[in-house]
């Protein structure tokens, strides 16, 4: 009898090799008469986006391993390109759309400043590919299944599939980066991967379910970050959405946002799940999620809570099995007050929370495991100002906290606790003045 993993990535490479022969045949069957007139009818749209930064930290501490302390650092001011998006979607046929969206971030990010992320300084700062993606719509002029491909974000939760630059927070909730570290291995979360998903709803019907399930293949650090080793596995993603009243939107879309300004009283609750099989680093790697949006005129509320575990013998292959758990999630709200000629103030309140192992056997297992542990939150308070939706100025104030556990000072199994190319760190307080231009 054949293993059951064995059989499993043979089932799995049969269902992406029918997909691509499919997609093929449909694209062929809908080639047009002759290129002049096709040509004519392709839909071009450009994709831009900016997010500026600037940020005055406080109480951020630096572990000094000589003399086993946090020391403070000074209090800074530092001026940032926190995000920016460029690039292009286009229309080739009326069932097909391919993006591909291109990216420079954190570019003059101090990195003693109490913001997250890395920095992309010097002399020339990396510009580098964010998604690209070729949908199809397989039903013409029907919402019910789709078929993606491409580098993208599997559908999972709610603020890892929002854009930045749609969050009505100063800072997407940092909860997402743990959950796409725990799946994907690396911070941007996005993989390669075929992707269905549809959007189920009788016309004014006041019930909607949107669908999705997707194959990923994340490559974590094996090999320079280009395998998942010896062993190999996919990742298997699943998430279903309920709506009530207005659905988040008319047409099935892997694009997500917070704030409709007004235009939805409706409610969404989403069941998340993803697992994958033995690699070189773990065994099983498994999350599950529920999320939340809730727009009703004025009112916009989100959040979602996350479980994810990992269990194997660890980097290294160390002896017995280990065992690396840990929840987390956010809570925001904001409310839009109309002024005069349409423009909004929203006022924000987010509350983002990370709970992991407190023991140090835990902390040891999940740091064989790579995982995190100890604790981490943050509370974000401020105010948005929308001239027209597409231009969001920001004054936040975002209070941050952790804790190591039993851990010895200098630990570096949270955010809270680390900043890459430093090492371990307390995070401290910032207040925050943000720019957000998108088309």
Same mark, same amino acid.
């Given at each position: 009898m054949?293993?059951?993993?064995?059989?499993?990535?043979?089932?799995?490479?049969?269902?992406?090799?029918?997909?691509?022969w499919?997609?093929?045949?449909? /694209?062929?069957?809908?080639?047009p008469?002759?290129?002049?007139?096709?040509?004519?009818? =392709?839909?071009?749209?450009?994709?831009?986006?900016?997010?500026?930064?600037? =940020?005055y930290?406080?109480?951020?501490?630096?572990?000094? #391993?000589?003399?086993?302390?946090?020391?403070?650092?000074?209090? %800074?001011?530092d001026? /940032?390109?926190? %995000?920016?998006?460029?690039?292009?979607?286009i229309?080739?046929?009326?069932?097909?759309?391919?993006?591909?969206?291109?990216? /420079?971030?954190?570019?003059g990010?101090?990195?003693?400043?109490?913001?997250?992320?890395?920095?992309?300084?010097g002399?020339?700062?990396?510009?580098g590919?964010?998604?690209? =993606?070729?949908?199809?719509r397989? =039903?013409?002029?029907?919402?019910?299944?789709?078929?993606?491909?491409g580098?993208?974000?599997?559908?999972?939760?709610?603020?890892?599939?929002?854009?930045?630059?749609?969050v009505?927070?100063?800072?997407?909730?940092?909860?997402?980066n743990?959950?796409?570290?725990?799946?994907?291995?690396?911070?941007?979360?996005r993989?390669?991967?075929?992707?269905?998903?549809?959007?189920?709803?009788k016309?004014?019907?006041?019930?909607? +379910?949107?669908y999705? #399930?997707?194959?990923?293949?994340?490559?974590?650090?094996?090999?320079?970050?280009?395998?998942?080793?010896?062993?190999?596995?996919?990742?298997?993603?699943?998430?279903?959405?309920?709506?009530?009243?207005?659905?988040?939107?008319d047409?099935?879309?892997?694009?997500?946002?917070?704030?409709?300004?007004?235009?939805?009283?409706?409610?969404?609750?989403?069941?998340?799940?993803a697992?994958?099989?033995?690699?070189?680093?773990?065994?099983?790697?498994?999350?599950?999620a529920?999320?939340?949006?809730?727009?009703?005129?004025?009112v916009?509320?989100?959040g979602?809570?996350?479980?994810?575990? %990992?269990?194997?013998?660890? #980097?290294?292959?160390?002896?017995?099995e280990?065992?690396a758990?840990?929840?987390?999630?956010?809570?925001?709200?904001?409310?839009?007050?109309?002024?005069?000629?349409?423009?909004?103030?929203?006022?924000?309140? /987010?509350?983002?929370?990370?709970?992991?192992?407190?023991?140090l056997?835990?902390? #040891?297992?999940?740091?064989?495991?790579?995982?995190?542990?100890?604790?981490?939150?943050? +509370?974000?308070?401020?105010?948005?100002?929308?001239?027209?939706?597409?231009?969001?100025?920001?004054?936040?104030?975002?209070?941050?906290?952790g804790e190591?556990?039993?851990?010895?000072?200098?630990?570096?199994?949270?955010?809270?606790?680390?900043?890459r190319?430093?090492?371990?760190?307390?995070?401290?307080?910032?207040?925050?003045?943000?720019?957000?231009?998108?088309?």
């Open positions: 054949m293993p059951y993993n064995t059989r499993r990535n043979y089932f799995v490479a049969l269902m992406i090799l029918l997909s691509g499919v997609w093929s045949g449909a /694209m062929l069957a809908q080639s008469a002759t290129s002049a007139s096709w040509a004519e009818k =392709i839909h071009f749209k450009p994709v831009v986006g900016i997010q500026m930064w600037s =940020i930290t406080t109480g951020e501490e630096l572990y000094d #391993a000589t003399a086993a302390e946090y020391q403070p650092v000074e209090n %800074r001011f001026v /940032m390109l926190r %995000r920016s998006r460029l690039g292009f979607k229309q080739p046929l009326e069932v097909l759309q391919i993006s591909v969206i291109g990216s /420079m971030d954190v570019v990010r101090d990195l003693l400043s109490a913001t997250q992320g890395a920095s992309n300084n002399a020339a700062p990396s510009f590919l964010w998604n690209a =993606i070729a949908q199809w397989v =039903i013409p002029k029907k919402e019910v299944l789709y078929l993606a491909t580098y993208l974000t599997p559908q999972f939760s709610r603020e890892h599939i929002t854009g930045a630059l749609r009505s927070s100063l800072e997407k909730s940092w909860s997402q743990y959950i796409r570290r725990h799946l994907m291995g690396t911070g941007p979360g993989a390669a991967g075929v992707q269905l998903g549809g959007l189920l709803r016309q004014e019907s006041p019930f909607a +379910l949107t999705d #399930a997707g194959l990923f293949n994340p490559l974590y650090e094996a090999y320079n970050g280009n395998s998942t080793g010896k062993q190999s596995s996919v990742l298997v993603t699943g998430k279903l959405t309920f709506h009530l009243g207005d659905p988040e939107s047409t099935y879309s892997l694009s997500h946002k917070v704030n409709t300004f007004g235009k939805r009283h409706g409610i969404s609750l989403g069941l998340s799940h697992v994958q099989g033995k690699t070189d680093l773990f065994d099983r790697n498994q999350a599950s529920v999320d939340v949006l809730f727009n009703w005129g004025p916009n509320v989100d979602e809570w996350a479980w994810l575990s %990992r269990r194997g013998s660890g #980097a290294g292959g160390s002896a017995g280990r065992i758990a840990f929840q987390t999630g956010f809570f925001r709200i904001s409310y839009n007050l109309t002024m005069q000629e349409n423009k909004v103030l929203e006022p924000v309140v /987010m509350l983002m929370d990370f709970k992991g192992a407190m023991d056997q835990g902390q #040891a297992d999940a740091l064989a495991l790579k995982s995190f542990a100890g604790k981490d939150q943050a +509370l974000d308070l401020g105010v948005n100002y929308y001239p027209v939706p597409e231009i969001r100025l920001s004054l936040h104030y975002t209070i941050q906290n190591d556990g039993d851990a010895s000072p200098g630990a570096t199994f949270n955010n809270y606790l680390f900043q190319d430093v090492g371990a760190i307390h995070r401290g307080d910032y207040l925050g003045l943000g720019v957000v231009f998108s088309y």
